[in-house]
């Protein structure tokens, strides 16, 4: 739905013109006609398999999507930070067809983490592609902050990120010192990568090796995650 809606813009980019819609492999109809069949299905699904509110939290995930983020993209440059609301969602969503419950603080930190980290995520992906968003008439950082005033501000939240991920170690999700041991190195790994990020002013090589490393980082975390509570289940 979301291509649907940009597809004025994208086609105006070099980072989304080769997109399904710009580049007339569907037609914008068709988009639609498969975004409300798996709206539809999927809903029904979280309605059937699951509870009523994970289906409210997905809905609310899709309304805020593209209701709110999409449109505010065109109007404000920091539009990515209600926006990052849209990350920290999914895993509440799984948390609560498991039956956990939304006031449980272990998923209130996990979904933080999803939030803080999606903001660097996007600014780093900003200092590469600034200039193309320029050409789809977007607002963005890039034509308010110098490239070294947006590096910074993007290595502070880097930081706030690897301090929410090894808070993890502290509130009992992780259930063996071997994944508390991993996910400590794992954040000294991504700390000493973005001192190197932080250094490199005017590197777009640089800039895209953060983004890679950042989208590793998080890969990695829920890995971690994933395989500690999984060896829990079996040795149950």
């Known amino acids: 739905m979301n291509h649907y809606q940009e597809r004025g813009t994208d086609i105006l980019m070099d980072r989304t013109k080769g997109r399904p819609i710009p580049s007339g492999l569907v037609t914008p109809a068709f988009v639609v006609t498969v975004s409300v069949f798996f709206l539809i299905a999927g809903s029904a699904v979280l309605f059937l398999k699951t509870n009523l509110l994970t289906l409210y939290i997905g809905l609310f995930t899709f309304i805020w999507y593209n209701a709110v983020y999409t449109p505010l993209k065109k109007v404000m440059a920091l539009a990515i930070i209600p926006g990052s609301l849209v990350g920290a969602l999914p895993p509440l969503a799984g948390w609560t067809a498991a039956g956990g419950s939304l006031a449980d603080d272990k998923i209130l930190l996990i979904a933080a983490y999803f939030f803080i980290w999606?903001?660097?995520?996007?600014?780093?992906?900003?200092?590469?592609?600034?200039?193309?968003?320029?050409?789809?008439?977007?607002?963005?950082?890039?034509?308010?902050?110098?490239?070294?005033?947006?590096?910074?501000?993007?290595f502070?939240?880097?930081?706030?990120t690897i301090a929410v991920a090894l808070s993890i170690n502290f509130f009992g999700i992780l259930n063996y010192y071997i994944s508390n041991a991993l996910l400590t190195i794992l954040c000294f790994w991504i700390f000493t990568m973005s001192l190197k990020f932080l250094n490199r002013t005017g590197d777009k090589k640089s800039f895209k090796n953060m983004f890679i490393n950042i989208n590793i980082f998080t890969l990695l975390i829920i890995t971690i995650l994933s395989v500690d509570k999984l060896i829990k289940l079996i040795s149950e």
């Open 118 to 154: 999606q903001i660097p995520h996007f600014w780093i992906l900003l200092l590469v592609y600034g200039k193309d968003y320029d050409k789809g008439g977007f607002p963005t950082l890039t034509n308010i902050l110098s490239e070294t005033q947006l590096i910074r501000i993007t």
């Open 156 to 160: 502070t939240w880097i930081l706030l």
